[in-house]
């Protein structure tokens, strides 16, 4: 069966590649979900068709060099096609520089970016037939290192230039590639995070999480839906002169040009 658009997202169980997806459900005939967790991806199909799109779920670990086929199978089988690839899931561990062991760096690489590489080379044929697009998800500690994100910051900042690599390649396939670069969202992921990064600086949790805010230097936490909204322009097809850009949506945080 061909759908006459179709869109995939990683990671979208949960956070911004959930708000991703059921933002592009809105753009395109088809959606194709790829996350580890089974229930969250059915529970964010169930939206994705409520909204008029076609859905289906594919659950796996993008750790694995096996998954990044079995979403590009699925997806091709069921509707012959892919327009567009939002590179969203990974989450890097959040230890200090002196702390974090190599298998720990690893783990972080191996989803994020290799998961996304992978991904994105078996998905490339596809999508130089339709003229597609590619977003992979870095992030603003890419731009601001720190001793205790430091695997966050040189593993986004290596997935800036992996996108940059694929968006080059892309000009020669007509295939564009940008990568988004997000700040402080609310998300279930960050909330998590105050869980530790509170007591460590006395603090409750909600002290915490009004605080955190002002110490970055911004006005307030951005939403998932809001970097939903750029990750759906930048596939759509008022954005296709745009190739090869490195955009941050981190409500003003990076202080530097």
Known sequence: METKT???????SQGIGRATALRLARAFSAVV?????KNALESTALEVRKSGAEAITVACDLREPAAAEAVVKN?????GRIDALLNIAGAVPQIDLFEMTDAQWDDGAALKLHGARRLT?????ALKKTGGSVVF???SAAFDPKPGFAAVAAINAAILALAKAFAEQGIKDGVQVN????GAVLTHRRETFFDKWAPAHNMTVQQAMEEFPKQVGIARFGKPEEIAELMAYLVSPAAKWMTGAALRIDGGEIKGI
């Open 6 to 12: 179709v869109a995939v997202v990683t990671g979208a």
């Open 33 to 37: 979900l790829a996350a580890r967790e």
């Open 75 to 79: 997806a091709l089988d069921r509707f």
């Open 121 to 125: 080379i078996r998905a490339w044929d």
């Open 137 to 139: 998800m870095s992030g």
């Open 179 to 182: 990568s988004v670069s997000p």
